[in-house]
């Protein structure tokens, strides 16, 4: 009896982590979904920019691992191994500059002094592999850049030089420049997001919610005034919170649905 009881145990053991994509064996505990980490991935000039929300429970933090599968569609550490790894809390974001192709699943998963695996959400990030190079120059917009879509040359050895020599005479300025927009905007949107949700979850009346906003919005035009080159971002946020005002106004039944939730 006593053995039936032990291998009942060791099965429901196996099968729990089966379900959950990791492996009973390596030495943790089951993963524990925490959405809190919230966590981002998006291909951007052959490269995939990951972002996450940090660790933020009881237990002592050990580091992130950034976790990567195409076989696995709930990838976890160890059991995928890891492209990224470490100790700061507060380094919450890596840039993937060789991404598989076609579809690869990401995650990040804080792992504590306990054993335990804090994974975030998986995202799926799909990459279409180039089989032949097609050459576009147009400095003034992007500088120069392979298209992802395929294209035939006679001469690919020569077209890709041809590409490298006018990137180099670029000194690639316009891309760079570009990438490091496009993960500005992405960092400001999480706060944006992060600053809106604060101030839902504190304020119940619309009123205050846009009043609270409103200041921000302030600040935020007279600092970029005073700091000229911050204005292009700071635009970019305020944008984004006034269209969260607009959303206020135009729902009038926050103040009617919050009368309704205080009766039992």
């Keep these: 009896m006593k053995k039936l009881i032990i291998s009942l145990i060791l099965l429901l053991g196996v099968s729990s982590a089966f379900a959950t994509g990791s492996s009973w064996s390596s030495g943790y505990n089951t993963p524990i979904l925490d959405e809190s980490l919230d966590f981002s991935a998006s291909l951007d000039w052959s490269k995939v920019y990951t972002n996450w929300g940090a660790y933020r429970w009881d237990e002592d933090f050990v580091y992130y691992k950034v976790v990567r599968s195409q076989t696995n569609t709930n990838p976890v550490y160890p059991d995928d191994g890891y492209i990224k790894y470490t100790t700061d809390i507060n380094e919450t974001s890596y840039v993937d500059a060789s991404p598989l192709n076609w579809t690869t699943y990401y995650r990040v998963c804080a792992i504590t002094s306990e054993k335990n695996r804090y994974c975030s959400n998986v995202v799926k990030v799909y990459k279409e592999k180039v089989e032949e190079v097609k050459i576009w120059w147009d400095k003034d917009a992007y500088g120069c850049y392979t298209s992802a879509w395929y294209s035939w040359c006679e001469a690919k050895s020569k077209c890709i030089r041809s590409w490298e020599e006018k990137c180099e005479q670029s000194n690639n300025t316009d891309v760079t420049k570009k990438i490091v927009e496009n993960n500005l905007k992405s960092k400001a ?19 205050k919610r846009i009043e609270v906003i409103n200041k921000v919005i302030d600040k935020l035009n007279t600092l970029a005034t ?23 106004k135009w729902n009038d039944l926050w103040d009617i649905e919050s009368i309704f939730s205080e009766i039992e």
Excluded: M
């Excluded at 949107?189 to 009123?207: D, G, M, P, Q, R």
């Excluded at 971002?233 to 006034?242: H, N």
């Design 189 to 207: 949107e999480k706060l944006v997001n992060t600053f809106v949700a604060k101030v839902e979850k504190t304020y119940s009346s619309t009123e």
């Design 226 to 248: 005073s700091k000229p080159s911050q204005k292009q971002i700071i635009d970019f946020i305020v944008t984004k919170l006034k269209a969260k005002v607009e959303s206020y």
